[in-house]
């Protein structure tokens, strides 16, 4: 019978390599496409065109700091290697700020370590994982943040809590509400700019009705809603956002809808699915990214 493994408290404060990644415009384009953006849409052509002063995805560094990550230095000394993080790792919950313009083609160096590690009462641990991205040619600043990364049943005895951040909704009705339907290729779209191929989501696992959206592609689409909402469609103008929990996965092709409130200089938001559209043979609104902080 195969046991799940024990993170190791000695990892907090584990730093790494720095880690160097590259993207063009071709790239930005392709992820704006995933996350929704389209010709269709007036406020977004001007992230779709082949502009060599446009700015770049938001989502490029963000996506640099998860390949990071990704790689073997980290998830060997995290949970003895990728294969074991696909089967038990999920990311929980996180946050960035957004320090600069993001070029539309450029090299990117992410600095990364674990700062704090801990567990749950039910015996999941949760590892913060934290990073700075900046724009390798030059130095400056790009992106800093954390994931506060989620191992099912991987805490060992005697392991401290550590809790992901708490966001208050308003329980009034949604100030703004954006409907999607979900394209059932969703998954490859995501994983061919951002080079996520986790086999869970393509691989329709026992138990589940379909392989899982990625979460950083619906953190994407929502980011695309608030810049189309907030900031005529200029996705820089978007300044920082903490996500508080990933509640529930999402299935292609269930419908999202995005909702937003609008509490003084912030934007809180939602991603759900509606209880009609589930395909997962639950009961009610299912809240797959929930406690969503915007400020721009």
Known sequence: MMTDP???MDIAGRAFSDYEFEWDWQTTQLLSRACGASIREERDLHSL???SDGAGHPMVPF??????RNRDEVMDALIGGYATWQRVGRWGSGGAKFLGTIPQAGRGRVSSRITEAGGTS???ALVRFNFEVANASNGAPLLEGWMLLFLLGCA???AGSLNPPRIAIPERPADEVVVHKT???VTFDWAVPSGDWNTTHFIQ???????LTHGPRNMGLVLQDAARL???GHLERIKEVTIGSLPAPHYPPETTETRFWNEDDRVLGRLVVPAVNRIDGGEGDKVCIDQIELRF
């Open 6 to 8: 024990k993170v190791s």
């Open 63 to 68: 996506n640099g700091a998860l390949l990071a």
């Open 205 to 211: 696992q026992a138990g589940n009705p379909a392989p």
């Open 49 to 51: 065109m082949k502009s």
């Open 230 to 232: 907030f900031a005529e």
């Open 156 to 158: 060992p005895e005697g």
């Open 183 to 185: 394209p059932l290729n």
């Open 122 to 124: 039910k015996g999941h």
